[in-house]
């Protein structure tokens, strides 16, 4: 059997859509642990946090709440969710020629995805900056969903193409 580089690719294509995949669900986790354990321990990093919730302690540390701190773990928190959201975009278009259908209705999807998960990110800065727990947590929880939703929908579309190829003679 003769070398299939158009296979080849699809395959590349569908492991990283779920390495992606993986790496997100990863993190996902992680944050529903944190959140369940700082609620049950009522163990809060953020001030307002602690108000909210009225929680027993903060956590102690000597991080910087000003405004100049919070602006800081925007940014830092922005790092973690961006990459994973352009990632996805990439794959998303590169995998546009390899699905091969055009009936997926693909500037929708984008521009709602990217829509939503801007929305979810600006939310989250608002809510961090102006100090509102739950503007905050909409945000996070918004850029999550997203996050989410994209990788199911590239996944399924990837996986979906994989297994409906047919090798060119």
Same mark, same amino acid.
């Given at each position: %059997?003769?070398?299939?580089?158009?296979?080849?690719?699809?395959? #590349? %294509?569908?492991?990283?859509? *779920?390495?992606?995949? #993986?790496?997100? %669900?990863?993190?996902?986790?992680l944050l529903v642990i944190l959140a369940v354990q700082r609620r049950k321990n009522a163990m809060y990093k953020v001030p307002e946090d602690v108000?909210?919730?009225? #929680? #027993?302690?903060?956590?102690?540390?000597?991080?910087? *709440?000003?405004?100049? /701190?919070?602006?800081?773990?925007?940014l830092a928190n922005d790092t973690e969710y961006i990459p994973y959201f352009i990632g996805l975009l990439i794959f998303f278009f590169c995998g546009?020629?390899?699905?091969?259908?055009?009936?997926?209705?693909?500037?929708? $999807?984008?521009?709602?995805? /990217?829509? +939503?998960?801007?929305? /979810? $990110? =600006?939310?989250?800065?608002?809510? =961090?900056?102006?100090? $509102?727990? !739950?503007? $905050?947590?909409? /945000?996070?929880?918004?850029?999550?969903? +997203?996050? +989410?939703?994209?990788?199911?929908?590239?996944? !399924? =579309?990837?996986?979906?193409?994989?297994?409906? =190829? @047919?090798? @060119?003679?």
């Open positions: %059997m003769a070398y299939d580089l158009e296979l080849d690719l699809f395959r #590349a %294509m569908c492991a990283a859509a *779920w390495i992606l995949f #993986a790496l997100i %669900m990863k993190n996902l986790v108000e909210t919730f009225s #929680a #027993a302690q903060q956590h102690s540390s000597t991080d910087d *709440w000003s405004l100049a /701190g919070r602006i800081q773990r925007v546009l020629p390899a699905t091969g259908d055009q009936r997926q209705h693909h500037l929708a $999807r984008v521009l709602t995805y /990217g829509l +939503f998960f801007t929305l /979810g $990110r =600006y939310l989250h800065t608002i809510g =961090y900056l102006a100090k $509102r727990t !739950y503007i $905050r947590i909409a /945000g996070f929880l918004i850029t999550i969903i +997203f996050l +989410f939703v994209i990788s199911i929908d590239h996944v !399924y =579309y990837v996986t979906k193409a994989l297994n409906n =190829y @047919k090798s @060119k003679p």
